[in-house]
């Protein structure tokens, strides 16, 4: 509410003066990302704080600042007329490359413990969610899941009518019922039926993602456009 319309007046104010011709690149470029990022959000692919931070960003910044910075590897075509879309390739860049600082943080605890990455009922569970799990989670005590509320539980235990326990692993967790989860889990390892280390995964915002990318994309520039230009004469 405070950002958005200081930053219209702001740059509609520097292209209006400076860079007339660029005006209706400027509204498309809004009415573009805003579009995207509507589309993006009702399609739950980030949440609606996301979705407003790109908005912003294409109205204060729709254009990369060619006069004030140059990035390591130049200025991509799409940072010169879409820029947001420049960072928010980026960020999904960033937030993939978590996959690998998730399963090389799993590798080590299981070198560091010696306990199994999937014990029990897992052991001969999905490979394919075992590899979601993997890439998304770590193994964290049931009180981590209880003390932060952005921690999500990967997995799920319920007892049947006899109170034999059943578990099962959750690839893509949700903000309903999560209370819910952890409670059943944290009954379930104070009657010790599950060891005290349950996959979680952090649930980190993309936000921090699409404020990582806005850096990389000053400075260093668009990635995928790098490789692809690297790629391109090599085909």
Same mark, same amino acid.
């Given at each position: 509410?405070?950002?958005?319309?200081?930053?219209?007046?702001?740059?509609?104010?520097?292209?209006?003066?400076?860079?007339?011709?660029?005006?209706?690149?400027?509204?498309?470029?809004?009415?573009?990302?805003?579009?995207?990022?509507?589309?993006?959000?009702?399609?739950?692919?980030?949440?609606?704080?996301?979705?407003?931070?790109?908005?912003?960003?294409?109205?204060?910044?729709?254009?990369?600042?060619?006069?004030?910075?140059?990035?390591?590897?130049?200025?991509?075509?799409?940072?010169?007329?879409?820029?947001?879309?420049?960072?928010?390739?980026?960020?999904?860049?960033?937030?993939?490359?978590?996959?690998?600082?998730?399963?090389?943080?799993?590798?080590?605890?299981?070198?560091?413990?010696?306990?199994?990455?999937?014990?029990?009922?897992?052991? &001969?569970?999905?490979?394919?969610?075992?590899? /979601?799990?993997?890439?998304? #989670?770590?193994? *964290?005590? $049931? +009180?981590? !899941?209880?003390?932060?509320?952005?921690?999500?539980?990967?997995?799920d235990a319920n007892e049947d009518s006899e109170n &034999?326990?059943?578990?099962?692993?959750?690839? /893509?967790?949700?903000?309903? #019922?999560?209370? *819910?989860? $952890? +409670?059943? !889990?944290?009954?379930?390892?104070?009657?010790?039926?599950?060891?005290?280390?349950?996959?979680?995964?952090?649930?980190?915002?993309?936000?921090?993602?699409?404020?990582?990318?806005?850096?990389?994309?000053?400075?260093?520039?668009?990635?995928?456009?790098?490789?692809?230009?690297?790629?391109?004469?090599?085909?």
């Amino acid at each position: 509410m405070v950002f958005a319309p200081l930053a219209f007046v702001l740059t509609f104010a520097e292209v209006y003066v400076y860079q007339l011709a660029q005006l209706p690149l400027y509204g498309v470029c809004f009415g573009f990302t805003a579009l995207f990022a509507i589309v993006i959000f009702y399609a739950g692919g980030f949440g609606g704080a996301d979705a407003k931070a790109l908005m912003c960003l294409a109205l204060v910044l729709p254009f990369f600042p060619i006069g004030l910075l140059a990035p390591l590897y130049g200025v991509s075509p799409i940072q010169q007329t879409l820029f947001p879309l420049s960072i928010f390739s980026n960020s999904v860049l960033l937030a993939a490359l978590m996959t690998l600082v998730m399963l090389g943080y799993n590798v080590v605890w299981r070198a560091r413990t010696g306990r199994k990455l999937f014990e029990g009922q897992y052991e &001969n569970g999905s490979v394919g969610r075992k590899i /979601l799990v993997l890439i998304t #989670g770590y193994k *964290a005590p $049931v +009180q981590k !899941l209880k003390d932060k509320w952005h921690v999500y539980p990967l997995e799920d235990a319920n007892e049947d009518s006899e109170n &034999n326990l059943k578990r099962k692993l959750v690839a /893509l967790p949700k903000d309903e #019922g999560r209370d *819910a989860v $952890v +409670q059943r !889990l944290n009954k379930a390892v104070k009657d010790g039926k599950v060891q005290d280390g349950i996959w979680a995964s952090p649930g980190l915002p993309f936000l921090i993602f699409i404020t990582a990318g806005l850096v990389l994309a000053l400075f260093v520039g668009d990635i995928v456009w790098i490789f692809i230009s690297r790629l391109l004469p090599l085909v």
